[in-house]
Nanobody, 126 residues
């Protein structure tokens, strides 16, 4: 059973930084994509970033490119999201997600990911 547990959310001012973590367990993730999504109040869940666990290759949403960095520590089975230059519009619940990767383009749709964490709240004050 795959388990994903996020941590690291909180309240930060505009321009500040946060690092989210996602502890993953239950599988060997070498064939997986691990991603971050977010959901703001009243909005649909949206893609933020994803990483190919074995190779470390990454893909980002345009809205976070050059501000956020996704990474992983294979030895700790932990996924990270370093968020810099935060804006009020980054306020959302952030979710960690996992999917077996079958090749081709990176996955950026919610329905492409089988496993989800419960989320961690990020609030950016203006």
């Amino acid at each position: 059973q795959v388990q994903l547990v996020e941590s690291g959310g909180g309240l930060v001012q505009t321009g500040g930084s946060l690092r989210l973590s996602c502890a993953a367990s239950g599988r060997t993730f070498s064939s997986y994509l691990m991603g971050w999504f977010r959901q703001a109040p009243g909005k649909e869940r949206e893609f933020v970033a994803t990483i190919r666990w074995s190779y470390g290759s990454t893909y980002y949403a345009d809205s976070v490119k050059d501000r956020f960095t996704i990474s992983r520590d294979n030895t700790k089975n932990t996924l990270y999201l370093q968020m810099n230059s935060l804006r009020p519009e980054d306020t959302a619940v952030y979710y960690c997600a996992a999917s077996i990767y079958l090749g081709g383009s990176f996955y950026s749709r919610v329905n492409q990911y089988e496993y989800w964490g419960r989320g961690t709240q990020v609030t950016v004050s203006s």
